[in-house]
């Protein structure tokens, strides 16, 4: 089932925060988080299918149409400089998203979007947010190629001076793998961290990061959510 939205809302699946933002270049810091319901990919992996699952979850009960303005109101009520959107995928609702953004940056606050590279973002939201972080997906996610990486999109993101590239690693074929899409599509900066979602399995995987992340000149990042509090919801 498809939870129709009009262009003044969003399909919201949590807002929660004040937390920490666990993953990429902002690691660490306060940050409130907008999470949207909806995805184009159907990663093996993902830690939040009910934001997009609804052979899993009931989309009655995961999705809520919210008026982009109350959204908005919610974050800068909340003394946290830092909005993070995520989901799920935010750039399937870009054209509300966009609202969104611009209430934001307008009242001041650093908005960054995750995104996961397959949809091009437009010249409205490049203009409003402070960073694409951007996660294409790689075959250790089960994805087909031709779904989970569009050259072009990535590009875009590449091109618009607002992006870091942030991937998930599950074992040695996805570094070759992306060892090979940077030098293709000269992305830059990097980052990696690994696929996991208890303490044990984040650690044991960035042990195995670090020395591929130093050879290459990537950034290793934690998930420091997950260190923190595991695979708790709202975290």
């Known amino acids: 089932m498809t939870v129709l939205a009009s262009p003044s809302t969003l399909r919201v699946a949590e807002l929660f925060g004040p937390t920490v933002q666990g993953e990429g270049p902002s690691a660490g810091q306060q940050a409130l988080?907008?999470?949207?319901?909806?995805?184009?990919?159907?990663?093996?992996?993902?830690?939040?299918?009910?934001?997009?699952?609804?052979?899993?979850?009931?989309?009655?009960?995961?999705?809520t149409e919210m008026a982009v303005a109350d959204v908005a109101s919610w974050a800068v009520g909340q003394d946290t400089d830092l909005v993070v959107v995520t989901g799920g995928e935010p750039l399937v609702q870009q054209r509300r998203l966009g609202g969104l953004v611009t209430?934001?940056?307008?009242?001041?606050?650093?908005?960054?979007?995750?995104?996961?590279?397959?949809?091009?973002?437009?010249?409205?939201?490049?203009?409003?947010?402070?960073?694409?972080?951007?996660?294409?997906?790689?075959?250790?996610?089960?994805?087909?190629?031709?779904?989970?990486?569009?050259?072009t999109a990535l590009q875009a993101f590449r091109d618009?001076?607002?992006?870091?590239?942030?991937?998930?690693?599950?074992?040695?074929?996805?570094?070759?793998?992306?060892?090979?899409?940077?030098?293709?599509?000269?992305?830059?900066?990097?980052?990696?961290m690994p696929e996991g979602t208890t303490e044990s399995a984040v650690l044991a995987g960035m042990r195995k990061l670090a020395e591929p992340a130093l050879a290459h000149g990537w950034n290793l990042s934690p998930r420091l959510h997950v260190l923190l509090w595991g695979d708790e919801r709202g975290r």
């Open 33 to 63: 988080f907008v999470r949207l319901s909806g995805c184009n990919l159907d990663c093996g992996w993902c830690d939040t299918p009910y934001t997009w699952d609804w052979r899993r979850f009931s989309p009655e009960e995961q999705v």
């Open 103 to 151: 209430q934001l940056a307008g009242a001041g606050r650093r908005v960054e979007v995750e995104t996961n590279g397959t949809i091009a973002p437009d010249d409205h939201l490049i203009a409003s947010i402070s960073t694409f972080n951007v996660s294409p997906k790689l075959s250790g996610s089960g994805v087909p190629a031709h779904r989970r990486l569009r050259p």
């Open 160 to 192: 618009c001076g607002k992006a870091v590239f942030k991937f998930v690693i599950t074992g040695p074929s996805d570094i070759q793998e992306l060892v090979e899409l940077q030098a293709e599509l000269s992305l830059e900066p990097v980052w990696v």
